[in-house]
C-alpha cells in the first residue's frame, strides 16, 4: 500500500504492510508514474510502515533511486529512505 504526499518539489512515499516479490513490481510502476508525472527535485521514500522487505523490496529502493536521479534534481540531494525505527537503518544518495 501506498500514500503519495507532494510539497514545493519533494515527493514522498509511505509505503506500508510488506514488500515482497509479488508487491515490488505494483509498487515500482506506481511511484515510477508519480516520479515521471511530477519530475520531483526530492525523492523520500518512508518505510516506517514496512513490516517485512525482501531482496524485492531493496531492488525497489535502488531501481527508484536510479530513475529518480534520471528525471534531475539537486546532487546528492535528490532522495533518501527512512526505514522502520527497529530496523536501524537508513540509505541516503
Known amino acids: 500500500m501506498l500514500e503519495f504526499q507532494t510539497e514545493e518539489g519533494i515527493l514522498r512515499v509511505m509505503?506500508?504492510?510488506?514488500?515482497?516479490?509479488?508487491?515490488?513490481?505494483?509498487?515500482?510502476?506506481?511511484?515510477?508514474?508519480?516520479?515521471?508525472?511530477?519530475?520531483?527535485?526530492?525523492?523520500?521514500?518512508d518505510f516506517?510502515?514496512?513490516?517485512?522487505?525482501?531482496?524485492?523490496?531493496?531492488?525497489?529502493?535502488?531501481?527508484r533511486v536510479r530513475q529518480a536521479a534520471a528525471y534531475g534534481g539537486q546532487g546528492g540531494d535528490r532522495s533518501s529512505c527512512r526505514s522502520h525505527p527497529e530496523g536501524h537503518a537508513a540509505v541516503r544518495h
Open 15 to 45: 509505503l506500508q504492510g510488506e514488500i515482497d516479490h509479488h508487491s515490488a513490481g505494483q509498487l515500482r510502476e506506481q511511484i515510477d508514474c508519480r516520479l515521471e508525472e511530477l519530475l520531483p527535485k526530492r525523492l523520500i521514500l
Open 48 to 63: 516506517t510502515g514496512v513490516t517485512f522487505m525482501d531482496s524485492s523490496g531493496i531492488g525497489l529502493v535502488m531501481g
